[in-house]
């Protein structure tokens, strides 16, 4: 479903104060849920609650006022926190943004960032329910139209930066593109130039990044579409280290297709730094004679990424 969020408010999650240090208290009944924990997380701050033996959740911690994103495993969704509050939280996680409800101290504010994820873009606009939606707004916590405030002033300007980073990236495009040689899942080295003669797909990910995973169903029927046509499908791994195993087991248990490689120095690693990537999942794009076709191709998820196949391949 397509959603509307205000100002991009979620794309990245912020706290705006770091003194409050009392405890709030939280619990939540999840119908169906996709696994026995939940992750909450914002800049500086993470902590996971686990599910009990009557599979409830439950935890009393100390908490910085400020906006959330809470993971079940598969699902996300937004919570404003605060010392204080005594929350309860109830979702069928088969239907998690239309059965997200919350009761208790700090639900007035919870339900209606909750009612923000369920807005359909393609909607007719709701004159009366403007009104009210604008009306519930003013009378929130004050902390939280604040967060509000900082979080969109802070996303517009890295919007504004993401722009103009992707702007100056274009100028990429039809140049040759940097190299590299990185570890094969399957054994050895593998360079770019390898597939010469080949249209590159790149696909830039990491195990953690729950959107490049989401992309992993959509990329192997890209795959399948185009297995015997004059393409390669590579996924290079930024996973650091530490993840190496995690990485090697992520392949075999998903059986991932294409050319499963692995960076040489994660974030830092050449190739990475060359396509000034920051941010994961990425796509890139490389024609038969190693040049850049698009620095920032479209996820197989898009019918773009198709549509510019087709045209290249035909």
Do not use: H
């Not at 409830?56 to 996300?76: H, N, R």
């Not at 606009?125 to 604008?134: C, H, I, L």
């Not at 930066?161 to 190299?179: H, I, M, V, W, Y």
Request: contains cysteine; positive net charge.
């Amino acid at each position: 479903m397509k959603k509307l969020f205000l100002l991009c408010l979620f794309a990245f999650v912020n706290l705006y104060a770091q003194t409050d240090t009392d405890k709030m208290n939280f619990a939540a009944v999840i119908q169906n849920r996709n696994s026995d924990s939940l992750f909450l997380s914002a800049k500086g701050f993470k902590k996971v609650i686990l599910a009990n033996a009557q599979g409830e959740f439950k935890d009393s911690f100390a908490i910085p006022t400020g906006l959330y994103e809470l993971f079940d495993g598969t699902e996300y969704g937004q919570l404003f926190l605060k010392a204080g509050y005594d929350l309860n939280m109830t979702v069928n996680a088969k239907d998690f943004d239309k059965t997200l409800a919350f009761t208790g101290k700090g639900s007035r504010e919870n339900n209606y960032l909750a009612s923000l994820a369920t807005i359909d873009i393609d909607a007719a606009f709701d004159m009366e329910k403007a009104r009210k939606d604008a009306y519930i707004y003013m009378s929130l916590d004050n902390d939280m139209k604040l967060a509000f405030k900082k979080e969109s002033e802070e996303n517009a300007a890295e919007a504004l930066k993401r722009k103009e980073q992707k702007e100056a990236l274009k100028k990429l495009n039809g140049t040759q593109s940097p190299d590299f040689d990185y570890e094969n899942f399957k054994g050895g080295t593998t360079k770019l130039k390898k597939f010469k003669g080949k249209y590159v797909y790149i696909d830039v990910w990491a195990t953690w990044c729950e959107p490049c995973r989401q992309q992993i169903p959509a990329l192997q029927k890209v795959e399948e579409k185009y297995k015997n046509k004059k393409i390669a499908f590579v996924s290079i791994s930024v996973d650091k280290k530490k993840d190496y195993e995690k990485w090697k087991k992520l392949v075999k248990d998903e059986a991932l297709g294409g050319i499963q490689l692995i960076a040489d120095n994660a974030w830092k690693s050449e190739f990475v730094t060359a396509y000034g990537i920051n941010s994961i999942p990425r796509f890139i794009l490389i024609d038969p004679d190693g040049k850049i076709v698009d620095v920032d191709a479209p996820r197989p998820s898009d019918p773009k990424l198709v549509e510019l196949l087709d045209t290249l391949l035909k």
